[in-house]
């Protein structure tokens, strides 16, 4: 049996951290020969006939037409357009089994089942009976009773998943970010979609004009970075420090963690015109940027809706 070394504390808190190794956990994870156990996160199903067109027109993903396999990410936005809501999940052709960050799925829950009136839709808490894995190189939810077959003997803690996905710029919802938070502001556009969570060319859902306006004019208030931190400190900064560029605040600090080629890197958000070559500090540890939201996303925008860049 693998040695196992839990997380002590955080959302993460009982989940295996890591089995022994964590930086070449990494690497196989990476390579796609990993499992990570993520059965401390909340699942929940949607089931019924409606549950796709429902779930499009609730959130900023494109349900409908949702192959059985294919997994995707949701926002629920506010009506300012900010991130209330994160999950995913892949339907099987009858039910959509889904996950979402733990500790948030009452909340969620409650505000679906708010939106159902006359949809032919069931919303389910799943945890007991069902877990969420990354297993075949991406995640999916499997019967509790068939975890350990699923994790197989490979498998890579969490400090592993957590540095892998910090150095792709993915965001935590949540942790890499604030209740201020838009969609525009964590993730760059590609084609139609902005990020793994919003479908820019679907229909009207609550938010989606803060959504739409700030992609036209390409100027988020603030802009999603990865963070080189400086590794003689010998430490990692806490989520929700301050980010500080010649003695002033410019960003928030989110997840953070140790990869086996970067050494330790983060995750930030931070004011749209801080320089992107600028050195920053957080909880004194100096760092440099990589930039994942460029500040003047609205030079790659422009052309593509016909305007002037």
Known sequence: MMARVLNESGPDAGAAWHYGDPLREQRRLEAGEATVDLSHRPVFTVAGPDRLTWLHALTSQAFEGLLPGQHVTAFILDPNGRIEHVFGGVDDGETFWAHTEPGHLEALLAWLLRMVFASRVELADRSATHAMVIAGGGPTVVAREDLDATLGEVRAGTW???????????????????????????????????????????????????????????????????????????????????????????????????????????????????????????????????????????LHVRPNLGGRP
Not at 185 to 212: F, S
Not at 274 to 280: I, N, S, Y
């Open 160 to 298: 592993a998943a957590e540095a892998v996905r910090i150095a792709a710029g993915q965001p935590r919802i949540f942790l890499d970010t604030d209740d201020k938070t838009i969609p525009n502001e964590v993730a760059m556009p590609d084609g139609d979609r902005l990020g793994a969570a919003v479908h820019l060319q679907k229909g009207c859902y609550r938010g989606q004009e803060t959504v739409a306006r700030v992609h036209t004019l390409g100027r988020p208030p603030r802009r999603l970075t990865v963070l080189l931190l400086d590794g003689s400190e010998e430490r990692l900064p806490e989520v929700g420090a301050d980010v500080v560029l010649d003695g002033r605040v410019v960003g928030r600090m989110g997840t953070s963690a140790i990869h086996h080629d970067l050494g330790p890197i983060g995750l930030a958000l931070v004011k749209r015109n801080t320089p992107t070559d600028a050195t920053l500090t957080v909880d004194g540890i100096a760092a440099a940027q990589e930039v994942v939201v460029d500040p003047e996303v609205g």
